[in-house]
């Protein structure tokens, strides 16, 4: 008993000691969270240092105190203008949140960090941190704080040059500033952007924004912004030329900027106002305003407007004629400019250089200074993406190092806690070690058990993630493959319809000549089958991808036999092949299914069946079976192994490798047979033996229709043939030789033709004369053909409007008819499909001609397309300067179509390339491209060998 009161007696003793040094720790956490508040009131920022670097060695400092005082501290070195100094206490801030920090600490660490370059003149490194506390913001901010780091962005970038980023980025924090933000936050981004707009030289847009935040500045009765704005104007003025306004402008801000003793806009402004006075010829006035510029950038020891003040000064020298001190001045600008990483300016003191050295007689080194600069800015110019991608693999290394760098410091700071801490409870681990090693094994048991789930999980994760892959891997490699055969026939398919088209007019202006029409006739059989294997692998990149879709129409079996038959009456002929036609089906048979497919998949099986039968016959038979009609070719051919009715139905492949240098062929008809066949609900079967000969079957599921309705028309295709119509058709065509070439062919055809040159003039002739047909083109200047369309049904007119246009991509004639366009014609234009549309929407007025022949002479348009080719390049070239993408793409889109109708195919080619490219943003071919582009514009027009005849 006496035992249990001594150790009752002990454990009350240690429970006041624990209680009394509590109450001491927290005394000692209130006192440093005190002191940490402190340092901000302290008058000396030395001062505010040395007491803060103190306590941040103080044993109890506890993380979120150490984050504070790094906050206070960071912010007090920006105050005082230790720019470096802030930037490396918010680096420590955000090192010491550990692995897991607080969201709003850790934005206002980062956020500061890049305030700090920006204000240090590091603007790289002030975008990379943006960026950072961008991505934080998104995450864990409100929208307004999202707003501004957009906003900080922008002004990294101008400051970078980057000016596409720059205006993106502004934008953006507009549309936020509109949602969440004050009247200041818009005159300010509304500020900002106007500067961008002003280096993009869109003049007229920026003049608007700074007469709308002067407006808003004045509401607001903010000075600084008024001042901002009217600097921003005096540049302006100055660069479209109207002095005398700039000189006022800068003038009225150089006033403010001196009421407030703001030297370093009092620099850059005198800077302006010296350009001013340079540009009016008043050299006193310049030579004045450029040495308050140097004043105040030595005042603000601000190297940047130092080197623009020097480069100023130096053009007054040389038009003083002072060489020497010219050429001084613009190298100490250009060594300037180099420290400082400002390539455009370093760029631009080299041309003053190399002027003053021409001055003084040096004209070797001034042509070598010259040949610097050129090749500078064409380094410069060309490797801007290089540079921006590098850029961006030194950003991703270097957060990498950055991150494995802070956790290697945490890692060491909690080590040091720890020790610390043990030293500190070292004395209560008598009392405790029994509840230690109870918590000790429990807390094992439960890390066990949760390694084993997490290993588990990490497990399944990785598996099905490898899963994940491969499939996408797979998707990919598949749409890949059919996004090839679809490009691939399509860039053959431009070549193949002038080739055909040519042919065609060749053989009615030569039918005369015997020698001549036969080759031009084995020329044009030749090219229709060239382009029937070009169908068939788009049908199959269009069947893989899901997009081909069935027209369903009636007709009478009988007349597709016979329609398809009549195509191998003379290839039978002329193997001494017998062809059997057996119908067992009852007369009329009609049915209702895609005729085009139905027939499609009987001319492959046929033609294989003739290709591989050199001798005895092949039968066509078609009889009823099975809710469906069957349809059987047989032949006394070749016949297959076995091994060989195993593959023929995949995608390019055939019996062996010598059936494809026997006989040729692509090894898609089968394969595209059975795939249309299964479309419709069918299926293809073969039955084959070597050398006696070969049975498919094709079955098609389908019901016989009514039989009393077998003297009505039947809904098929028709051959196309030549008719002289009557109506009027607006053309709406930008391309001066392309519309003259349409005109001829639309009046030949027998119809009024009225043209427009650009989509407005299109709108107002339509409107006006309200035509029965419209052929519109999509690309043109001044409104395109969408735009077009839309307003004419805005306006009320319902007539058919058709799209006009060398993109003939499956995908864009989709766009163009959701858009509304009634159907669509492609350049070159073909013959048959135009009379095809004539024929649907002038369908009651026309009259057959049936011994009519469609003959063109394009000679004179063909020499006036070849004589514009040196302007097109000149076009080009001054387009290319300009990095005027837009209007390259368009030129290219136009010169594409112009070249591929009046055969000019190489050139045709490779303004296609380039039309792509641009169109898909692939920088790294421009150039290239491009060069090829003008070589082969400049071939073609100095050639006196070229014959466009």
């Avoid at 060489?323 to 370093?346: D, F």
């Avoid at 409007?801 to 864009?812: D, G």
């Amino acid at each position: 008993m006496a035992l249990m009161n001594t150790c009752w007696i002990v454990i009350f003793t240690l429970g006041l000691s624990i209680f009394s040094y509590a109450s001491e720790q927290s005394n000692e956490v209130q006192s440093l969270a005190q002191q940490i508040q402190n340092i901000a009131q302290l008058e000396s920022w030395q001062e505010q240092q040395m007491v803060g670097e103190q306590l941040l060695n103080h044993p109890q400092l506890s993380q979120p105190q150490r984050a504070s005082l790094f906050q206070i501290l960071g912010r007090s070195a920006f105050q005082n203008g230790e720019l470096r100094k802030g930037i490396h206490f918010f680096k420590r801030m955000e090192i010491s949140l550990g692995e897991n920090p607080d969201p709003q600490l850790h934005f206002t660490a980062v956020k500061m960090q890049g305030i700090g370059w920006y204000h240090s003149g590091e603007f790289a490194a002030s975008e990379k941190d943006y960026v950072r506390a961008l991505v934080l913001a998104k995450n864990h901010q409100p929208p307004i704080e999202v707003a501004h780091i957009q906003n900080n962005l922008g002004l990294a970038y101008v400051k970078m040059h980057d000016l596409m980023s720059a205006l993106s980025h502004y934008l953006d924090a507009y549309e936020l500033y509109k949602q969440h933000g004050n009247e200041q936050d818009q005159a300010d981004i509304i500020l900002n952007i106007a500067g961008v707009y002003i280096r993009l030289l869109r003049y007229q847009k920026a003049e608007e924004l700074l007469q709308k935040a002067i407006t808003l500045f004045e509401k607001l009765g903010d000075s600084y912004g008024i001042a901002l704005s009217q600097a921003n104007l005096g540049v302006l003025y100055t660069q479209t030329s109207r002095f005398e306004q700039a000189g006022v402008y800068l003038q009225n801000a150089i006033d403010y900027y001196e009421a407030v003793n703001d030297v370093k806009h009092l620099s850059y402004e005198y800077s302006n106002l010296a350009k001013v006075s340079i540009s009016t010829g008043d050299m006193a006035m310049a030579e004045t305003h450029v040495n308050f510029a140097i004043y105040y950038a030595e005042k603000a020891e601000n190297d940047s407007n130092m080197s623009e003040a020097l480069y100023v000064q130096a053009q007054i020298f040389l038009v003083k004629g002072q060489i020497t001190k010219a050429k001084s001045a613009a190298q100490r600008s250009l060594e300037m400019n180099q420290s400082l990483g400002a390539e455009l300016r370093e760029k631009r003191a080299l041309s003053i250089i190399a002027l003053a050295e021409a001055a003084q007689g040096s004209t070797a080194e001034a042509l070598q200074t010259l040949t610097d600069y050129d090749r500078e800015m064409f380094k410069l110019l060309n490797q801007a993406l290089l540079e921006k991608a590098e850029k961006y693999q030194k950003r991703f290394e270097e957060s990498e190092l950055s991150q494995e760098l802070a956790q290697l410091r945490q890692a060491q700071q909690l080590q040091e806690l720890k020790s610390k801490q043990q030293q500190q409870l070292m004395w209560m681990s008598v009392l405790v070690v029994g509840f230690a090693l109870l918590a000790l094994v429990a807390w094992y048991r439960r890390t066990i058990e949760r390694k084993a789930k997490l290993d588990l999980s990490n497990e399944v994760a990785e598996r099905t993630a490898e899963l994940q892959k491969t499939a996408d891997q797979l998707r990919s490699a598949n749409q890949i493959k059919s996004q090839f055969l679809a490009n691939i026939s399509h860039e053959i398919r431009t070549p193949l319809t002038a080739i055909l088209g040519y042919s065609e007019s060749m053989l009615h202006e030569h039918r005369d000549n015997e020698r001549l029409k036969e080759s031009l006739t084995v020329l044009m059989r030749q090219g229709r089958h060239l382009k029937e294997l070009i169908s068939d692998v788009l049908d199959l990149s269009k069947i893989e991808a899901e997009q081909l879709e069935l027209d369903l129409t009636e007709f009478k079996v009988e007349s597709l036999l016979s329609d398809v038959t009549d195509m191998f009456h003379h290839p039978c002929l002329e193997k001494s092949l017998e062809l059997i036609v057996d119908h067992r089906l009852d007369t009329p048979y009609r049915v209702c299914l895609d005729y085009v497919r139905v027939k499609q998949v009987l001319i492959n099986l046929l033609s294989n069946a003739i290709k591989f039968t050199h001798h005895g016959y092949v039968e066509l038979l078609a009889e009823q079976q099975e809710d469906g009609i069957l349809f059987s070719v047989t032949d006394t051919g070749i016949g297959m192994s076995a091994s060989q009715l195993e593959k023929i139905f995949e995608h390019f492949q055939q019996g062996d490798n010598s059936i494809t240098r026997r006989f040729g062929g692509s090894g898609l008809g089968l394969s595209l047979s059975q795939q249309l066949a299964a479309m419709m609900g069918g299926v293809i079967k073969v039955t084959s033996e070597p050398h006696v000969g070969s049975r498919f079957s094709f079955w098609v599921p389908c019901v016989r229709l009514n039989q009393l309705d077998d003297a009505a028309p039947i809904s098929q295709p028709e051959k196309p043939s030549v008719e002289v119509f009557e109506g009027l058709v607006l053309l709406a065509e930008d391309h001066d030789d392309n519309r003259v070439l349409f005109e001829r062919i639309l009046s030949q055809l027998g119809v009024q033709v009225e043209s427009a040159l650009d989509g407005k003039q299109a709108v107002e002739k339509c409107l006006s004369s309200y035509p029965d047909l419209v052929l519109m083109d999509i690309q043109m200047p001044h409104m395109d053909g969408l735009e077009a369309l839309s307003l004419l049904r805005q306006a009320g007119y319902e007539g058919p409007i058709y799209a006009l246009t060398a993109n003939v991509m499956e995908h864009e004639i989709k766009y163009y008819l959701d858009n509304g366009f009634n159907g669509h014609l492609s350049k070159p234009l073909e013959k048959d499909k135009l009379i095809a549309v004539l024929q649907a929407t002038l369908g009651d007025r026309y009259q057959p001609q049936a011994n009519t022949e469609m003959s063109l002479d394009m000679t004179d348009l063909k020499q006036s397309f070849a004589s514009t080719l040196e302007q097109e390049r000149y076009k080009l070239i001054d387009l290319w300067q300009e990095e005027d993408y837009p209007g390259l793409q368009y030129h290219c889109h136009k010169l594409a179509g112009a070249a591929a109708v009046f055969g000019f195919l190489p050139i045709a080619d490779i303004a296609k390339q380039f039309e792509t490219a641009l169109k898909a943003q692939n920088t790294s071919q421009y150039q290239d491209l491009f060069l090829i582009l003008c070589d082969e514009l400049k071939v073609h027009a100095c050639s006196e060998q070229f014959d466009i005849t």
